[in-house]
């Protein structure tokens, strides 16, 4: 059963690029939040500036957020937002477990799957902070668009829809819109998987393969995203929708994006150890976690695959793409 629940105070828990926007977006829509971030230093300059310059520059701290290295804020909070590296999830909802407000439901924002555990973000709540709902919210957003305030749609999901409903009601700004559904599995896949598939488009890009060659890679990959989804029981139209296709769409079309700047850096043939330019892309710690489990189900994931062998450099990027158009013909399913 559902109560409902009364959301004044937000706690963001990680103050990255994304963290940082949607600190921005939750005191946009009213609430008092507190904006969480390990290094002291780093938060005494924002705290300082009323701005993340490190991470989200040219970009002013809205008033009402609150940053602050100690957990006293976060302890307080009604809703969690958090908002650090898939790969640093555990760690970060294992120190906070203890602490939050007892009923305070979780948002992960992060895109990914764990490396080792192979486990989706939600499942990473449900074993880390035992009792507690787990939400994610995912979908076509770059930190900065959203922090600049433009238009922008995501999707929120909760195996509670009218958790997910209510959540979505007190994030929601006028340019920043959320649509809600109980298809938690749907939503946390979709997010996850486009990022390794960004990483295919920008390869692509980077050694000039043209226009045409980027839109068979996101059909494609959304046709392989789509398949692994229905294995690990996502319904169709929220793979369609924007944490999936829309995601897609986004990451696959845009210099933005950091996994399609990536892989531009390596079609062009820069070194891995030097190609991500030092910023996070999730699709390259994703990318063998999601073969494994597409492996287990027998799900064919071909772009996928050659991205991780591309990554773990069992395969030179001519090899990889000579990979692909060497498959053979089939039906278009
Ligand atoms: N940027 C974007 O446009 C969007 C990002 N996302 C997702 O959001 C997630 C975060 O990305 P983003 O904010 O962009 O990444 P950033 O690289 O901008 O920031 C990541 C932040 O996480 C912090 N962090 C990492 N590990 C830990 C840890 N163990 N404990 C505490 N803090 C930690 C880092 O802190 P420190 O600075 O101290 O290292 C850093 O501030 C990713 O999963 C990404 O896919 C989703 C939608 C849009
Ligand atoms: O998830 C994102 C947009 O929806 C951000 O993409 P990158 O992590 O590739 O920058």
């Not at 477990?97 to 992960?108: C, D, R, Y």
């Not at 449900?126 to 979908?139: D, E, H």
């Not at 229905?230 to 933005?256: K, P």
């Amino acid at each position: 059963m559902t109560h409902h629940h009364a959301f004044t105070r937000i706690g963001v828990i990680g103050a990255g690029a994304w963290g940082t926007a949607l600190a921005n977006v939750a005191a946009r829509a009213g609430h008092s939040v507190d904006l969480w971030a390990r290094d002291a230093h780093h938060v005494a300059a924002i705290a300082r500036d009323r701005v993340n310059a490190k991470k989200l520059p040219g970009i002013a701290l809205d008033a009402k957020v609150s940053p602050a290295s100690d957990h006293a804020g976060i302890a307080a909070a009604d809703l969690i937002l958090l908002v650090v590296p898939t790969q640093s999830l555990r760690g970060v909802a294992q120190r906070f477990a203890p602490i939050l407000k007892p009923g305070a439901p979780v948002v992960v924002c992060a895109k990914g799957i764990e490396q080792g555990t192979d486990l989706f973000v939600s499942d990473i709540i449900a074993q880390t902070m035992p009792g507690r709902q787990p939400a994610v919210l995912s979908g076509p957003s770059f930190a900065h668009d959203v922090a600049r305030g433009l238009p922008t749609a995501v999707t929120i999901a909760a195996s509670d829809a009218a958790l997910a409903e209510q959540i979505g009601a007190a994030l929601a700004t006028p340019s920043f819109r959320l649509y809600h559904t109980d298809d938690l599995r749907g939503v946390e896949i979709g997010g996850a998987a486009k990022n390794v598939l960004a990483i295919a488009c920008g390869i692509a890009a980077g050694r000039g393969l043209g226009a045409s060659a980027g839109a068979a890679l996101v059909a494609r990959g959304f046709a392989e995203l789509s398949r692994f989804g229905r294995a690990f029981g996502a319904r169709g139209e929220t793979l369609m929708g924007l944490s999936g296709l829309g995601d897609l769409v986004l990451t696959c079309g845009s210099i933005q994006s950091r996994n399609f700047a990536l892989g531009v850096a390596l079609g062009e043939g820069m070194p891995l150890a030097r190609a991500s330019g030092g910023k996070l892309a999730e699709g390259a710690f994703t990318a063998s976690a999601i073969l494994d489990l597409a492996r287990k189900r027998h799900v064919e994931m071909p772009i996928s695959q050659a991205v991780d062998a591309v990554l773990a450099g069992r395969l030179d990027i001519g090899g990889a793409i000579d990979t692909l158009l060497a498959r053979p013909l089939r039906g278009e399913g």
